[in-house]
């Protein structure tokens, strides 16, 4: 009996050796075909042959970057792998399978690495290099705090504000929801990871509004002390209260109670552009309407003045053909 278990055992060893290493062949295999573009602090690993798809990205990645570590007065240490594959399935081997379907990107602070979506299929509403900056956000606030977390409203609405997105149709979302009594609030977004996309939507929105209304509120300084608070080892709550006076779930029930006021108004603009539109368009239709009736009528008098002249008089006058 233990006999037969020690060679099942090895046997079981066997396979894993092999699963491992043909594991390791296909993994290379699947790189062999990735070019590497040294930019530092950017590193690109891209299959495509469209290389002026990476300098149009590099540019705009190298600006944003220069903005934000002024912003947070932080400095993006090491060099930063980024993946840019060609196809769907590709994206979710190098995610592991742990990116949503509507995600543009993720980022993966301890290895240094972010795999983004190329516009080969990609299928969301943010610019490519928006969506690149917004996942070197992620590493960059991972250094600032040393590893610590934010909370996910906080370090997703931050990350939009600092790579620059406007997220079409948000306000438009905040309106929609705050005028049905559906805003999420912000404890919430913590789970936008398992959300579907309409609601993963609403939970951006919402976060890069609340971030928004901070900065206004407080400033970046503000924004760099709790950073710098939570790097040392101090609970958010602390860190928020410490750097605004504010205790953080009254500012969080406040915020969403403002909000609620503030974007339901948003619907009521929207409506007023669709009563316009209606409006116009009602206005061409009754200007093509009398433009046909005219017409109509015009014919009519034609041909009643035909048949009021009667036939033409025999003529003698010869013909020319």
């Known amino acids: 009996m233990l006999i037969r278990w020690k060679c099942k055992y090895i046997t079981d060893l066997k396979s894993i050796a092999v699963y491992v290493f043909l594991s390791a062949v296909g993994y290379t295999w699947a790189q062999s075909d990735y070019q ?8 690109y690993y891209y299959a495509g042959r469209d290389e002026a798809l990476l300098g149009r990205l590099d540019n705009a990645l190298q600006d944003r970057l220069r903005e934000m570590e002024g912003l947070l007065e932080a400095r993006l240490l090491g060099t930063l792998r980024v993946e840019l594959p060609l196809t769907r399935g590709e994206f979710n081997r190098l995610t592991q399978g742990r990116a949503p379907h509507w ?6 602070p301890q290895q240094m690495q972010v795999v983004l979506k190329t516009p080969a299929f990609i299928d ?45 149709h948000s306000l438009s979302r905040l309106g929609r929801a705050a005028a049905a009594d559906r805003l999420m609030g912000l404890p919430r977004v913590d789970n936008v990871l398992s959300f579907s996309s309409s609601d993963a939507d609403l939970a951006y929105a919402e976060a890069r509004a ?16 709790v950073i710098a608070s939570i790097a040392a080892g101090q609970e958010f709550a602390d860190a928020f209260k410490a750097a605004t006076g504010f205790e ?28 316009w539109i209606g409006i116009a368009l009602l206005s061409l239709t009754a200007i093509g309407a009398v433009f046909i009736r005219n017409r109509r009528q015009l014919k009519k008098w034609m041909k009643e003045e035909e048949e009021d002249e009667g036939p033409p008089e025999p003529s003698n006058e010869p013909i020319h053909p």
């Open 124 to 168: 969301g509403e943010a610019p490519m290099d928006a969506m690149a900056a917004h996942e070197v956000a992620h590493i960059l606030l991972h250094q600032a705090t040393k590893g610590h977390q934010l909370p996910r409203w906080f370090e997703e609405g931050l990350c939009q504000v600092l790579a620059g997105e406007t997220r079409l």
């Open 36 to 43: 590497i573009y040294d930019r530092p602090p950017f590193q």
């Open 210 to 225: 609340a971030v928004i209304t901070f900065i206004d509120h407080f400033d970046w300084t503000t924004v760099r002390t």
């Open 248 to 275: 953080y779930d009254y500012w969080q029930a406040d915020w969403l109670e403002n909000a609620q006021k503030k974007y339901k108004n948003i619907v009521l603009l929207d409506i007023e552009n669709y009563i």
């Open 103 to 108: 995600s543009g990107g993720m980022a993966f």
